[in-house]
T-cell receptor, first 109, second 110 residues
């Protein structure tokens, strides 16, 4: 059984649309990452959160520990947001990161 | 802003050859990790390293693989006798509760 799932698997949006990517996990966690991976392959950490909500520019991440669910929102989406977005977590501090399958986002002008 | 660096960015090797992938962690970090991503698949954990020894390894990390921190700065992943299925992106990460990822090394085994 996968410990972390993401939805949708693939997403195509028009430029300017509000986007939501969801992540559900099945175990207790210490912290959750949202990561971005562009076609070149590098991984960029967007957020690390263990409770509540964080905002950075047009990106917002929320987490509900009780429901074991996190969401990543992108406001006013832009073609440069096209990438794979990965939900990942640590069960305990200093533990390995467990990665979700990723959501492939394509924003069309 | 401090960052994790990896070299080389792309390595092409013949099957059966040994490769060494290098990572320079952020200077005050003490925990180090290697992950890999086979094309089209999700990122998976290989090994974690702390205090000059392996703290955890996955089933993937068999005797073909080894890690070390030879000079107190570089953190290396050695793959002996590479196989075709070792072709993947290899990511180094350092930190702890928040991990910082390097840009990756794309390994192609021919």
């Amino acid at each position: 059984k996968n410990e972390v799932e993401q939805s949708p698997q693939n997403l195509t949006a028009q430029e300017g649309e509000f986007i939501t990517i969801n992540c559900s996990y099945s175990v207790g966690i210490s912290a959750l990452h949202w990561l971005q991976q562009h076609p070149g392959g590098g991984i960029v950490s967007l957020f690390m959160l263990s409770s509540g909500k964080k905002k950075h520019g047009r990106l917002i991440a929320t987490i509900n520990i009780q429901e074991k669910h996190s969401s990543l929102h992108i406001t006013a989406s832009h073609p440069r947001d096209s990438a794979v977005y990965i939900c990942a977590f640590l069960k305990t501090s200093y533990d390995k990161v467990i990665f979700g399958p990723g959501t492939s986002l394509s924003v069309i002008p | 802003e401090p960052e994790v660096t990896q070299t080389p960015s792309h390595q092409v090797t013949q099957m059966g050859q040994e490769v060494i992938l290098r990572c320079v962690p952020i200077s005050n970090h003490l925990y180090f990790y290697w992950y890999r991503q086979i094309l089209g698949q999700k990122v998976e954990f290989l090994v974690s390293f702390y205090n000059n020894e392996i703290s955890e390894k996955s089933e993937i990390f068999d005797d073909q693989f080894s890690v070390e921190r030879p000079d107190g700065s570089n953190f290396t992943l050695k793959i002996r006798s590479t196989k075709l299925e070792d072709s993947a992106m290899y990511f180094c990460a350092t930190g702890g509760n928040e991990q910082f990822f390097g840009p990756g090394t794309r390994l192609t085994v021919l």
